[in-house]
């Protein structure tokens, strides 16, 4: 049975090598999509997609929230990174936030189809000898902060999101097209799943944990 890809990306020849990369290692049900938004509308309409590949600097992205949004809203899809991008401080974040790995955008065919099968088989995979330095950088209170935000809803998620961009009550309403009082109840849920004390420590964390460059 083929595993069902994504490739999220928004660069057309890196997909089209990745997409020729993977017509052995997982059959030919593989799709694309060029930002975080095209992602998640294609994960939405098309169900059986079991794994996602996400470059972290993406239009829409804004560091790990498209990890996040998508590990959110579709909890049982893998998601591995894949980038050019290799500090050990935020592939931990984004192993902490649900990823099941990440793999170096110059990696060969051998080790790609390696990685697919360790992480179809539930294992999370590094590239070999990362996996030292990614564990180094662990920073407990990083990791409480992602079990945390793990509990949002999709919808308290993107209510976080647009509170820590420092949008009022109001413009969140509007945006989300929901009433004042249910943004209230978000937020309230929000600094309580996330035990902080007001929206502006919630922004805070939220940026941190998000952050590529931190």
């Given amino acids: 049975m083929s595993t069902h890809v994504l490739i999220a990306d928004d660069h ?15 059959g030919p049900a593989t799709r694309e999509a060029a930002s975080v938004s095209e992602a998640l509308s294609v ?4 169900e059986q997609i079991d794994l996602v590949f996400l470059d972290v600097k993406m239009p829409g992205n804004e560091g790990l929230t498209g990890l996040s949004e998508i590990r959110t809203q579709f909890p049982n899809v893998l998601v591995v990174i894949v980038s ?24 060969s065919l051998e080790t790609i189809s390696d ?10 995979w590094l590239p070999e000898g990362m996996d030292i330095a990614v564990q180094a950088s662990s920073e407990s209170q990083n990791q409480q902060l992602a079990a945390r935000i ?4 999709p919808h308290q998620f993107k209510v976080l999101k647009m509170l820590s961009q ?13 009433s004042e009082s249910t943004v209230k109840q978000h937020v309230s849920a929000i600094l309580r799943k996330l035990e902080v004390i007001n ?3 919630a922004g805070v964390a939220f940026r941190h944990m998000m952050d590529v460059e931190d």
């Fill in 199 to 201: 929206r502006t420590k």
């Fill in 150 to 153: 793990a509990q949002l809803t």
């Fill in 12 to 26: 057309p020849l890196f997909r089209a090598a990745m997409r020729h990369a993977l017509l052995d290692i997982v």
């Fill in 43 to 46: 994960l939405a309409s098309h």
């Fill in 84 to 107: 050019a991008h290799d500090d050990p401080v935020l592939i931990r974040k984004a192993i902490d936030l649900g990823a099941s790995g990440y793999i170096p955008k110059s990696s």
């Fill in 166 to 178: 420092g949008l009022l009550n109001k413009q969140i309403a509007y945006e989300l097209t929901i």
């Fill in 115 to 124: 990685a697919v099968s360790q992480v179809l088989d539930g294992e999370q």
